[in-house]
């Protein structure tokens, strides 16, 4: 991939949104399924399934606070004036390496 020279202020934008990523399925992994307001059920093939609890309203806001700085780190990385600094195919291609901006040469 072509080498850009991000704005500090851009690359600080994409570690936001992959850390608010990464805190956002760390947390789907330690709650239960979110329930889908059924109760235990039996599927078609005869597994049943109990019912699942409930988040707690602090659970519930430490997702929606996750899913509101991922959603506002992923509107400013869209409309960051850095993008208009470049044209063609180095768009589609800056977008993409800045994803990979922390990543090392071995990782690749």
Do not use: C, N
Not at 25 to 41: F, Q, V
Request: hydrophobic share 35%.
């Amino acid at each position: 991939m072509a080498d850009f020279d991000y704005p500090d202020d851009l690359i600080l934008l994409q570690r936001d949104f992959t850390k608010a990523s990464r805190e956002l399925s760390e947390l789907y992994a330690e709650l239960p399924p979110r329930p889908t307001g059924t109760d235990a059920y039996t599927d078609e093939d005869g597994a049943h399934h109990p019912a699942t609890r409930a988040w707690t309203e602090e659970e519930q806001a430490r997702v929606d606070g996750l899913l509101a700085r991922q959603r506002d780190a992923a509107q400013a990385l869209a409309i960051h004036e850095f993008w208009s600094t470049l044209s063609g195919p180095d768009v589609p291609k800056a977008r993409m390496a800045l994803e990979h901006v922390d990543d090392t040469a071995g990782d690749e």
